[in-house]
């Protein structure tokens, strides 16, 4: 038996074969359903790529730099999740019926999951990608305090369950190489974490050229700064401490942990990172998807 108000860390369901939170694949019928306006912009992401940080610049843009505005409701509630369900917590469909659109929408869904509505209305995206290796450490993290998901074992079996796609959402490698894929034919913007950590004011301005707002350096600045790692750890209404504690347990891990590129050094041992990057090497095959371990 758990303590009270302990969750029981329910194994993953396979929908259309992707492996997803017990909770979230429930509602996956209404998400099916889901219909988007064309004016709603999709942020796409695999966990842990910085979809929070990319959804906090998306709303700064939309309420042109107001940060008090910006602060009024937490990051789930300005930028809704479309496939979140859990115990006591409003689900994404329940709260895209009830807020203002056209809205941001965040979503974790490999493009083969994504609502039709999403293509249908020719929705722009942004998708956000982040290296695998500092995915691994991070998502290792977010297991352990997110309850919702299940136990990750030990940090080799988890990275070998990560590297086998045996993982919430399936495989990091199909996430990235589908949506990749899918900007030939779509609106879709990929934007990587790393470029982002490097130059986040000329990521910025990519953002705003892709959403057609007026280019100005202000903003950018403004944006720059309350988005940076730092601001945003310390954002009650960007942290994810808004959350009930029987679903994200920050002093497990903080949800804003680390925040950085290259951390996976700490994690991986020579061995790890040798079979990694074979394995990379084979999964990532003629694609020309390029991602950087280090910047
Ligand atoms: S989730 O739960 O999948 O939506 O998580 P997501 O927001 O995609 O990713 C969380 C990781 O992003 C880091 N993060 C940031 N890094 C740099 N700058 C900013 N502003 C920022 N905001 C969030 C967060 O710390 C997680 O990464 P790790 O490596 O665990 O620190």
């Given at each position: 038996?758990?303590?009270?108000?302990e969750?029981?860390r329910?194994?993953?369901?396979?929908?259309?074969g992707?492996?997803?939170?017990?909770?979230f694949?429930e509602v996956?019928?209404?998400?099916d359903?889901?219909?988007?306006?064309p004016d709603d912009?999709?942020?796409?992401?695999?966990?842990k790529?910085g979809t929070?940080?990319?959804s906090?610049?998306i709303?700064m843009?939309?309420?042109?730099?107001?940060?008090?505005?910006?602060?009024?409701?937490?990051?789930?509630?300005?930028v809704?999740?479309?496939e979140?369900?859990?115990?006591?917590v409003?689900?994404?469909?329940e709260?895209?019926?009830?807020?203002p659109?056209?809205?941001?929408?965040?979503?974790h869904l490999?493009?083969?999951?994504?609502p039709?509505?999403?293509?249908?209305?020719n929705?722009?995206?942004?998708y956000?990608a982040?290296n695998?290796?500092?995915?691994?450490?991070?998502y290792?993290?977010?297991?352990?305090?997110?309850?919702?998901h299940?136990?990750?074992?030990?940090w080799d079996?988890?990275?070998?369950k990560?590297m086998?796609?045996?993982?919430?959402?399936g495989?990091?490698?199909d996430?990235?190489?589908?949506?990749?894929d899918?900007?030939?034919?779509?609106?879709?913007?990929?934007?990587?974490y790393e470029?982002?950590?490097?130059?986040?004011?000329r990521e910025?301005?990519?953002?705003?050229?892709?959403?057609?707002?007026?280019?100005?350096?202000?903003?950018v600045?403004?944006i720059?700064?309350?988005?940076?790692?730092?601001?945003m750890?310390q954002n009650?209404?960007?942290?994810?401490t808004?959350?009930?504690?029987?679903?994200?347990d920050?002093?497990?891990?903080?949800?804003m942990r680390?925040?950085?590129t290259?951390?996976?050094k700490n994690?991986?041992t020579?061995?790890?990172?040798?079979?990694f990057?074979a394995?990379y090497?084979?999964?990532?095959?003629?694609?020309?998807?390029?991602?950087r371990?280090?910047?």
């Open positions: 038996m758990k303590p009270e108000g969750l029981e329910p194994p993953t369901i396979p929908v259309k992707i492996p997803l939170i017990k909770y694949a996956m019928g209404e998400v359903k889901f219909q988007a306006h912009l999709l942020i796409s992401t695999y966990p790529c929070t940080w990319i906090e610049v709303d843009i939309y309420k042109e730099g107001n940060v008090k505005e910006c602060g009024q409701k937490p990051i789930d509630k300005r809704p999740f479309l979140l369900a859990a115990p006591g409003e689900s994404g469909p709260l895209l019926k009830r807020v659109r056209p809205t941001a929408i965040k979503t490999p493009v083969q999951l994504l039709k509505s999403f293509w249908e209305k929705c722009k995206i942004i956000m982040r695998a290796k500092d995915v691994a450490v991070s290792y993290f977010f297991y352990q305090m997110a309850k919702i299940p136990e990750p074992g030990t079996e988890f990275l070998q990560f086998a796609g045996d993982v919430a959402y495989s990091w490698y996430h990235v190489k589908g949506w990749w899918k900007r030939k034919e779509q609106r879709i913007l990929y934007l990587f470029d982002l950590k490097e130059d986040s004011r910025i301005r990519k953002i705003l050229e892709f959403l057609e707002r007026p280019m100005d350096e202000q903003l600045e403004k720059a700064h309350h988005t940076s790692f730092q601001e750890r009650p209404m960007a942290n994810y808004n959350i009930p504690k029987s679903i994200m920050h002093s497990v891990s903080p949800f680390k925040g950085i290259g951390d996976w994690y991986f020579v061995a790890q990172n040798e079979s990057d394995h090497k084979r999964q990532m095959e003629g694609s020309t998807l390029q991602f371990t280090e910047i």
